[in-house]
């Protein structure tokens, strides 16, 4: 009788049970909402309900972003990968080894050109799932790149900005990508090309304090973290409390830091009307008059 009690029936669940993704579920950190990962995904990882911005891969935004989902993929310059070889819990080049084998790619930023609604564009994705998105030699190796390419191709450069900052790792390599960058941004002016910024959750350190803040047009996610240092040290910096909503996206749009707050659906029209307006270029339907 025990046998048959305690045996069989887990032995048959066993059988019958199936086996259920953990991921099949997400909840939105705002609402508590539970959405199926299919129907967040196709809504480009927006929660339907109460709009939270989820964080969206690279590849997946410019499937969004470009005509047809086509772009092609620019490859990034080869650079020494660990130039101090830095080591603090671990190996720098053994973490740069889990990075690449979980995202499957080389580095923070991906490069990629195609059109947005007939307008060519050159964009610069930061992937926060390498390494916080922190910018490091190779990604601003890959930025200058990628507003070379812009410059070759006569095309507006747009950078969808995610990161924790500079990347300790790499000392003062890192820091010298600020300023390289900085010069990169004036040569796509000097040719008279439109740079656009994208300020996703979070932009933070030394992104914010060089590229991700030039932009012609400044352009954030609703609800985004966008800051240098965070709330919490300014606080105890200054022993003062921080008003609310600091550094979320609606609060430095209304104190001037950034142009508009624009939801991930609207930010592809958004950029090829701008980028029409500043190229005087004409528009789908004057074209097919």
Known sequence: MNWISNVVPPRIRS????????????????SGQLVFHKDLEANQMVVPGSGHHMPIAPK???GFLFDGGRFDELPLPEVP?????FRDIKRYSDRLKEYRAKTGAPDSILLAQGEIEAVPFTVALHDFRFQGGTLGLAAGEAIIAGMAAAVEKRTPFAMFAASGGARMQEGAFSLMQLPRTTVAVRRLRAAGLPYFVVLTNPTT???TASYAMLGDVQIAEP???IGFAGARVIEQTIRERLPDGFQRAEYLRDHGMVDMVTPRHEIR?????????????????????
């Open 205 to 207: 350190g030394g992104v």
């Open 60 to 62: 997946a935004r410019c």
């Open 81 to 85: 990968s660990d130039p101090l070889k």
């Open 223 to 225: 609800g985004a973290v």
């Open 269 to 289: 029209p958004t950029l090829a009307r701008m980028a029409r307006i500043l190229m005087n270029r004409p528009t789908p339907s004057a074209d097919a008059a």
């Open 15 to 30: 059988l019958l049970r199936r086996e259920t993704p953990e991921n099949l579920w997400v909840k939105c950190p705002e």
